[in-house]
């Protein structure tokens, strides 16, 4: 499970392009899970699956969460971003090979692909849940955490299991938050979004 990619600082501009598409790409199917899981309630067999992230549980007569993320997003996120992760593995690394981070059989790619979109919407449900702790409205905004949740949570769990370089990590939380806040302007001119953030 090498790094495919030589992490040696030279002064070349190919070597941080080349940094930056390798580590989007390898945060595929973390990325696909956190996207997925919002658009989850409105597809077939998932938008079923109801029941609150929570459970209803609640502390001190507090919610842990509410009724707003439901167990059928959480689970196609997580299933989105495996089905990402093996199409990533089966056919894009035949074109990619320039840019794939680790060198990893299938059952390791799997679980590595298991590991970043569960992880992706596990964080986004923690982030939430201490939220809810602090007083903060369920969709006020709360910067940076709304948009690195799922970034930081996963890549600390993947980090457990595979040798992922300090800078690629850093390249994918940093990006989770200008992506995000970018989405989220662009929401805002389209009038999408009532807030630019």
């Not at 990325?31 to 067999?45: E, H, K, Q």
């Not at 990533?88 to 320039?98: A, E, P, R, T």
């Not at 794939?100 to 299938?106: A, C, D, E, Y």
């Amino acid at each position: 499970m090498d790094s495919g990619i030589d992490l040696m600082i030279p002064l070349n501009i190919n070597f941080y392009i080349s940094l930056l598409i390798t580590s989007l790409y390898f945060y595929i199917p973390g990325g696909s899970a956190n996207i997925a899981a919002f658009f989850g309630m409105r597809v077939p067999l998932f938008k079923k699956l109801k029941t609150p992230v929570d459970f209803g549980l609640s502390i001190k007569g507090v919610r842990i969460i509410g009724d707003h993320k439901l167990l059928g997003g959480f689970l196609f996120g997580v299933f989105f971003g495996i089905l990402m992760g093996i199409i990533k593995y089966l056919v894009l690394d035949n074109f990619m090979g320039n840019y794939v981070l680790l060198s990893l059989n299938f059952s390791q790619s799997l679980i590595l692909s298991f590991i970043l979109a569960f992880f992706a919407v596990t964080g986004d449900v923690l982030k939430s849940i201490v939220k809810r702790l602090l007083n903060i409205p369920p969709h006020a905004p709360w910067i940076p955490f709304d948009e690195i949740d799922h970034s930081v949570t996963s890549l600390v769990a993947a980090s457990v299991f595979f040798p992922i370089p300090i800078e690629v990590a850093l390249i994918i939380i940093v990006s989770s938050f200008l992506i995000h806040m970018f989405t989220n302007f662009v929401g805002f001119l389209l009038k999408i979004k009532s807030v630019p953030y």
